[in-house]
């Protein structure tokens, strides 16, 4: 309930300062354009390090209460807001009214909708079966989100592996496929997609990723089956027979939720400012939507079943929490690039590509999305590299499609080379030792992922970003 609690009132918060802005703005500024002095990056930077460092440290305990995440973020969003609000209002309404509320009530929606699904049964743990579980997983998590199809099909398959002594690696790759790599096609696939979408990228722009995720995902899913049939060779004869005896059917409950969840995809794509409805065109029409659709998915789900599933409002009111911070505190940096972008020296995709995905690697690939993309619009915008390439995006966020694609794909797919990558990365991680799997350290993660993400990650780049 605390956490609910304090999703609650995070929404309640950004709404309010949505509806503020604009009156507390009115005695100090006019709506200038300004450039932000760069120190004011500094904020940004301190919310992404303590993001990245502190879950590392002997304060981790006192970072995994959420409210502690919401004072560190509101301190670092604090100057930022006051700066904004001194000079140019329109940015922190912009941020809050366009961004960071529908891009959490997405993530919510997604989320405690796909908490009313479960799956129940137990297969055969054969190298087959461990490898369909995870194609299957990562096809749905375009479609449901990296974290809705992370906690749909994590426990389902731990309990079809909990008789092998051999799991470490299952865990991996699922963490590989499902929670980072699957949601390229669509934006509600990825948290950094849907920021490309709120900026003004095509719903289906997306889907052309295709080219690059087909044969990345197969070749992961081939080097899976193969590892995966060296480690079922290695279980005893014992094992593999209580595996068999334990075989149940698999059922699914609260099948309704797909209905739901199709409603939410539904709004992202009609229920905007560019629909031919009238009121669809209304702001936070979609958002209202899709709360609507998270209540009827509680009150036509089964009883029981998120308790079954273990489910809590933990995970997005973290994300939430560190969102607000992170949507303030981004907004110098992100001004900036925009126009000073060029200078970075970043002007290839192949550049784009590594940039975006070792940044999103270690930091969060959200922001890190966004920063790399407004350097690109900015780029294109003076003329720089990449202005003569097709501009995708709306405004000044034109962004030359080269480069978006390489932005696109460094960051969802590199935010599974460490567990701080990606949301769910940490979750899956978390789940899986509650099944009593030992996971290896954040180091020793890294050590699976550069064996067999980075070199794949090396040919992607010779074929489609030399």
């Known amino acids: 309930m605390k956490k609910l609690a304090l999703f609650k009132t995070l929404l309640l918060v950004c709404i309010l300062m949505s509806l503020a802005t604009p009156v507390l703005a009115a005695e100090s500024g006019h ?22 460092i502190l879950p590392l440290t002997p304060a981790h305990h006192w970072w995994e209460n959420n409210w502690n995440r919401l004072l560190v973020a509101v301190a670092c969003g604090l100057y930022p807001t006051i700066y904004y609000l001194q000079h140019d209002w329109h940015v922190l309404e912009h941020a809050m009214v366009v961004e960071y509320i529908p891009f959490i009530v997405l993530l919510g929606a997604l989320y405690m909708i796909a908490g009313g699904i479960r799956l129940t049964g137990d297969l055969e743990a054969s190298p087959i079966v461990n490898t369909t579980f995870i194609a299957v997983g990562t096809a749905l998590a375009s479609f449901i989100g990296t974290t809705g199809a992370s906690m749909l099909l994590i426990r389902p ?9 051999h799991r470490v690696h299952t865990v991996i790759f699922f ?16 948290p950094p997609l849907f920021l490309g979408y709120l900026a003004g990228i095509p719903f289906f722009w997306t889907l052309g990723l295709w080219k690059i995720w087909l044969p990345l995902c197969l070749t992961m899913l081939l080097i899976y089956f193969l590892l995966d049939t060296y480690y079922h060779k ?30 939410v995809v539904a709004c992202v794509i009609f229920v905007n400012q560019n629909s031919s409805i009238e009121l669809f065109q209304k702001t936070f029409m979609r958002e209202g939507i899709m709360v609507l659709l998270v209540a009827l998915s509680y009150l036509t789900s089964p009883k029981g079943v998120r308790k079954a599933n273990r489910f809590t409002m933990h995970p997005i009111a973290e994300v939430a929490a560190l969102f607000l911070g992170i949507f303030v505190a981004v907004q110098p940096a992100l001004a900036l690039l925009s126009i000073r972008g ?6 290839t995709t192949m550049e784009f590509f590594w940039g975006t995905g070792i940044l999103s690697a270690f930091l969060d690939n959200a922001p890190t999305y966004l920063v790399f993309f407004k350097t690109a619009a900015g780029m294109a915008a003076a003329g720089g590299p990449g202005a003569e390439q097709v501009l995708i995006g709306t405004g000044i966020d034109k962004v030359p499609e080269l480069f978006l694609v390489a932005i696109s794909a460094g960051a969802v797919f590199m935010g599974a080379m460490t567990y701080i990558g990606n949301g769910p990365n940490f979750m899956v991680k978390a789940i899986a030792e509650e099944a009593g799997i030992r996971m290896p350290s954040f180091g020793g993660y890294m050590k699976w992922s550069c064996l067999f993400l980075l070199p794949v990650f090396v040919v992607l780049t010779l074929i489609f970003f030399g």
Not at 175 to 190: C, M, Q
Not at 245 to 255: C, D, F, S, T, Y
């Open 175 to 190: 963490i590989f496929l499902v929670s980072n790599i699957g949601g390229s096609l669509l934006p509600i696939g990825d």
């Open 157 to 165: 398959i731990l309990q079809t592996n909990r008789e092998r002594k």
């Open 234 to 263: 290695k279980e005893s004869p014992r094992m593999k027979e209580w595996d068999h005896e334990a075989v149940r059917p698999m059922r699914v409950e609260g099948l309704i939720n797909f209905v739901w969840l199709a409603g």
């Open 31 to 52: 709506g200038e354009a300004h450039v932000p002095p760069l120190w004011l990056v500094s904020f940004f930077v301190v919310l992404i390090l303590a993001i990245a």
């Open 342 to 347: 060029g200078e970075l020296g970043v002007d």
